[in-house]
């Protein structure tokens, strides 16, 4: 974890050439290593003194920290998918980072899933006001920020899946139905297709699958 003349910190594998991926808001961030090893780093929640990351394995592992921030390599590939961390205090108690004030926030009260970082069930329903948990598509063709779900205990976040709706009487045409859900279906396309032509960067997948996007972020227009 590095910090550049300009105060922004960086998670980055040389400490000579300070390049990697931004670190803000302290959520974790990751990079693929040399032998099959996955880098992950980020900032410690106000009064965390400690960080847990738990691997594909379930295997849990003690990140080193100091200075407000943490750091782990585990013996696994990088695959998309960011380690569950857990951040605790001087106690051993999770701590939860914090949150932007206008994100709106309900409880999930039928939530059975303990949290993978931490074990809690104490789980919230969040909507972001901004991209930076990514975009969704509504079945209308706007975007919105993509809800999350977060745990109450050590603030660990799940993306909640996008649901495509289209809204029916008991006295409305099938017919008419399965039009509007189709229309709806590609709008929802194009507004993806239109998202990975603005990207600046190499798009891949696998070959002989079926690839869709997630999600996505924006900064001053530019899709990361």
């Known amino acids: 974890m590095v910090r550049d003349r300009d105060g922004s910190t960086w998670l980055s594998y040389s400490l000579e050439r300070v390049a990697g991926t931004g670190v803000d808001n302290h959520q974790p961030c990751q990079q693929g290593l040399e032998g099959d090893r996955t880098l992950l780093g980020g900032l410690l929640a106000p009064g965390a003194v400690a960080a847990e990351v738990v691997d594909d394995a379930g295997e849990r592992h003690d990140a080193a920290a100091a200075n407000g921030a943490w750091?782990?390599?585990?013996?696994?590939p990088i695959d998309g998918q960011i380690s569950p961390v857990c951040h605790r205090d001087s106690s051993g108690a999770p701590g939860a980072p914090p949150l932007p004030s206008d994100w709106a926030q309900?409880?999930?009260?039928?939530?059975?899933?303990?949290?993978p970082a931490?074990?809690?069930?104490?789980w919230d329903e969040v909507r972001p006001t901004d991209g930076?948990?990514?975009m969704s598509g509504t079945p209308d063709g706007?975007?919105?920020p993509?809800?999350?779900?977060?745990c109450r205990s050590c603030g660990h976040e799940e993306r909640v899946g996008t649901l495509v709706?289209?809204?029916?009487?008991?006295?409305?045409?099938?017919?008419?139905?399965e039009r509007r859900f189709r229309a709806a279906q590609e709008e929802a396309r194009r507004q993806s297709c239109e998202t990975l032509a603005r990207a600046q960067f190499p798009v891949y997948h696998a070959e002989g699958w079926v690839a869709s996007p997630a999600g996505w972020a924006e900064s001053s227009g530019v899709v990361i």
Do not use: F
């Open 142 to 144: 706007r975007m919105e």
């Open 71 to 76: 750091i782990a390599v585990l013996d696994q």
């Open 118 to 122: 931490c074990g809690a069930v104490a």
């Open 165 to 177: 709706r289209v809204e029916s009487s008991d006295e409305e045409d099938p017919a008419e139905l």
């Open 132 to 134: 930076s948990r990514g």
């Open 146 to 150: 993509t809800p999350i779900v977060v």
């Open 106 to 115: 309900s409880p999930v009260m039928d939530a059975e899933e303990p949290c």
